[in-house]
Every structure is written in C-alpha cells, then in structure tokens.
C-alpha cells in the first residue's frame, strides 16, 4: 500500500512539474524587440529584391536592367521597426510594430530620372506605388514606405526565430523593387544594336515597353484583302523609305581612356579591401557567390566590347562596364564587412 501511495505521489509531481512548465511557456514574453527580429526583417526583404531583381532582368528582352545595380541599392535602404510590442490577438501573444524603409535620397532622384526607360514617358514613382498600394496597410510617401507588421519569435539554441503572421514582408519588398527598377537601368544600353549613353536615351525618349499602334476600324475596312481588289487603280505610290539618320558615336580622348583606366584600378583596389576585411568564415560562404559574379561580369563586359568599332572604343567599354560592375559590387560586400 506504501508502494502504491508513493508511486501516485511521483506521478502526481511529475503532471504538476510539466504542467508548471507549460504555464510558463505560455506565459513567457517574446522578444519583440530582439535586434535579431530587425536583422531578420532587412535579410528578408533584401533577399526578395534581388529575387525580383534578377527576375526582371532575364524577362528584360531590351536587357536595359542590371540587377546588380539593384541589389548594391538595398543594401543601402534604412529599413527600421519603430514601437516593437507584444500584444494579445485571439488569446495569443503576437508582436507587433511598425515597419518602414526608406530609399536614400539620391537612389530614389536617380529612379525617378530612369523611369521614361521602364515605366513610359511622363511616369511618376510617387503615382506608381500609390496606384499599386490603393487599399491596403501599406504607405508611400517620398521614398518612405511604411506599415504595421505582425510576428511572433521563439528562443532556440540561442538562436532566436522571426515567424510572420502575413505576407507582408514580400508584399513590401516587392513593391520597394518596382520603385528601385529605374535605378538599375545600365549606363550604356543596346537599341538597335548600337550602344547608347543612357541620357542620349532618355533625351531621344526611348519608349519602355512599345506597343502596336491602336487599329481604326475604318482603316481595317480601307486596307483590307477585299477591299484592295477593287481599290488598285486609286491606290497611292508606294512609301520611299529613307534610311536612318546615323546616331552618333560614342567618343572619347586619350585622356578619357586613361582616366578609365586608372577608375579601374581604384575599383580593383577598393573591392580587395573591402574583402580583405570581410570575417573569413563569411569568405567561405560567398567564395562560390564571389566567383560566379567574376563570371557574370566577364561575360557582361566582353558583350559590352563586342558592340565596339575599333580595339580603342572595345577597351574603353569593358573598361567603364567593369568598372561599374566591381564598384557595385564593393557596396553589396560593404554589408558583410566587420564594423
């Protein structure tokens, strides 16, 4: 009898303990406030933009876009969670707080100027995102989006987990790429198989996405098969084309190629440093992303050479194209550097 009485007392104390510490995980507060929730947020976003980068990029059929140039642009956002809190939604802790990312100043001037390149003649960014945003939580207002934003955490090996109740993140990032698109238009664009500066093509207002002429009914009536039969004794001479105007060339002095050079190798200098001062465990992660970057700018710059008329004009373009290309990438590196 002792026995038994002393077995249901350990059971007894065993149900109270777990359901002592069921209590308090119930009851335990999460980390709202975590710096690991903020640096969750700015991985996750800065990784849906390069991801919608890149996907513009190879849908690009104009290949006007450079990712890259994208990508360096949200490693500079200012993304921040302003009056982390928890609080009680259906009988359970969430945290919630307010989300906002605003777009530096100069990236956002230098996408509104590039904009006639992706979104047409007299786009507006501002008007854009607030059309694409109409009736939902998040705002837009001079580079500045804003919304409320709600997530949970849990504490694991020391390692703290970011859990978000909505899609709101990607909806966010997906919207702060429409607005850094024009920014990511290249300096030196293909139109008609000519290189052309990228203010000569906004100056000579370069459609984004052309379309077909709109059809008049009357000129379907006019022009059509049958109608043709019978009209041919009053049809009008045949169009004279005249060929096109030749564009100009892109030219440059010896000093330009000079100066490129030297603009190269400051690049170079600057990359290596900021590697060099990149934590070495982080070095093995991005080896593989790092040599497959070298490759895609070999590839771009060599493609951008190609479309040169003599071996002077070919070097300067790979010159200016890796150049751009290595100080981009710096900026992307700038992010894993130890402060």
Do not use: H
Not at 13 to 29: F, H, P
Not at 104 to 117: C, G, H, V, W
Not at 263 to 272: L, P, T
């Amino acid at each position: 009898m002792y026995k038994k009485l002393l077995t249901f007392s350990l059971i007894a104390a065993a149900l109270a303990a777990c359901g002592e510490r069921d209590t308090k995980q119930e009851n335990a507060s999460l980390a709202c406030d975590s710096p690991a929730v903020v640096q969750n947020v700015r991985t996750n976003i800065q990784e849906i933009i390069k991801q919608e980068a890149q996907r513009f990029a190879r849908n690009d059929t104009r290949q006007f876009i450079d990712a890259d140039k994208i990508i360096a642009a949200a490693t500079q956002l200012n993304i921040q969670l302003d009056g982390p809190a928890e609080e009680n939604q259906n009988g359970r802790p969430v945290c919630k707080a307010n989300l906002s990312i605003q777009i530096p100043a100069d990236i956002l001037n230098t996408a509104q100027t590039n904009s006639p390149l992706v979104y047409g003649a007299n786009s507006n960014i501002t008007q854009l995102i607030q059309e694409r945003i109409t009736g939902s939580t998040l705002t837009y207002d001079k580079g500045l989006f804003t919304r409320p934003l709600q997530y949970t955490t849990a504490e694991a090996d020391g390692q703290t987990t970011v859990n978000y109740e909505d899609n709101a993140i990607t909806v966010t990032a997906q919207n702060v790429t429409s607005a850094l698109l024009p920014y990511g238009v290249k300096s030196i664009l293909m139109i008609n198989g000519q290189p052309v500066r990228l203010e000569d093509a906004l100056n000579a207002g370069v459609q984004a996405f052309p379309e077909p002429p709109q059809a008049d009914p009357q000129d379907i009536l006019d022009n059509n098969a049958a109608s043709s039969t019978f009209g041919e004794e009053n049809a009008s001479a045949p169009e004279t084309l005249t060929p096109e105007p030749p564009r100009s060339e892109i030219t440059f002095s010896a000093g330009e190629l000079e100066q490129a050079k030297n603009n190269n190798q400051s690049a170079d200098r600057e990359i290596n440093m900021v590697w060099n001062s990149i934590d070495q465990n982080i070095q093995k992660e991005l080896i593989n992303e790092q040599r497959s970057w070298i490759q895609s700018k070999n590839t771009n710059c060599r493609q951008a050479a190609a479309q040169a008329e003599s071996n002077l004009q070919a070097e300067y373009l790979r010159l200016q194209c890796d150049t751009r290309m290595t100080r981009e990438r710096s900026q992307y590196l700038r992010g894993y550097t130890i402060n």
